[in-house]
T-cell receptor, first 112, second 113 residues
Framework: GNSVTQMEGPVTLSEEAFLTINCTYT??????LFWYVQYPGEGLQLLLK?????DKGSNKGFEATYRKETTSFHLEKGSVQVSDSAVYFC???????????FGTGTRLLVSP | EAGVVQSPRYKIIEKKQPVAFWCNPISGHNTLYWYRQNLGQGPELLIRYENEEAVDDSQLPKDRFSAERLKGVDSTLKIQPAELGDSAVYLC???????????FGSGTRLTVV
């Protein structure tokens, strides 16, 4: 079945550092890929998405590129802020958008 | 536009008691999902509705969990009786049919003591 593997956290960075959170997936067909963010006490929010190979999703300075050859969708940001502290989830959906399969999440802690 | 509304936000019950969660999706969204998020894990699908029909309930523990979506709008998820292992956040989401436009509610955090 479909699955998503994320790097374990927490990831601890200083403000303005470069961020990478690794995500790899296993899926049949051509899934769509997503990054969600969950701030403390809040629900899941879509951060970015990519629906086909080589697509780059971007939002709020975050980027991720759909790499079919390596089955990866790594999240990057050039300069993190304290306000980026949250839990980040990588997810995929099948072509019919019938359900999302999530990774276990990676907690990011950014200190001033 | 109002988002997906869930209630209650928090619920603490004793084991073996019943509990119910309510979800009001975004107007016009045909598809409604219930996910369960255990502590330190990603959400997992429990059930998916297309209008009032449950089209995927393969992950719903049917011995104690039930769900309904009357008139294809609001939905209720029930647990009876609750067990300690049911402590989790229960998330509702909705989307337009056959497209990606997921919106999640804030969830209900259930604690079973």
């Amino acid at each position: 079945g479909n699955s998503v593997t994320q790097m374990e956290g927490p990831v601890t960075l200083s403000e303005e550092a470069f961020l990478t959170i690794n995500c790899t997936y296993t899926a049949t067909g051509y899934p769509s890929l997503f990054w969600y963010v969950q701030y403390p006490g809040e629900g899941l929010q879509l951060l970015l998405k990519a629906t086909k190979a080589d697509d780059k999703g971007s939002n709020k300075g975050f980027e991720a590129t759909y790499r079919k050859e390596t089955t990866s969708f790594h999240l990057e940001k050039g300069s993190v802020q304290v306000s980026d502290s949250a839990v980040y989830f990588c997810a995929l959906s099948d072509q019919g958008f019938q359900k999302l399969v999530f990774g276990t999440g990676t907690r990011l802690l950014v200190s001033p | 536009e109002a988002g997906v509304v869930q209630s209650p936000r928090y619920k603490i019950i004793e084991k073996k008691q019943p509990v119910a969660f309510w979800c009001n999706p975004i107007s016009g969204h045909n598809t409604l999902y219930w996910y369960r998020q255990n502590l330190g894990q990603g959400p997992e699908l429990l059930i998916r509705y297309e209008n009032e029909e449950a089209v995927d309930d393969s992950q719903l523990p049917k011995d104690r969990f039930s769900a309904e979506r009357l008139k294809g709008v609001d939905s209720t998820l029930k647990i009876q009786p609750a067990e300690l292992g049911d402590s989790a956040v229960y998330l509702c989401a909705s989307s337009p049919r056959d497209s990606y436009g997921y919106t999640f509610g804030s969830g209900t955090r259930l604690t079973v003591v």
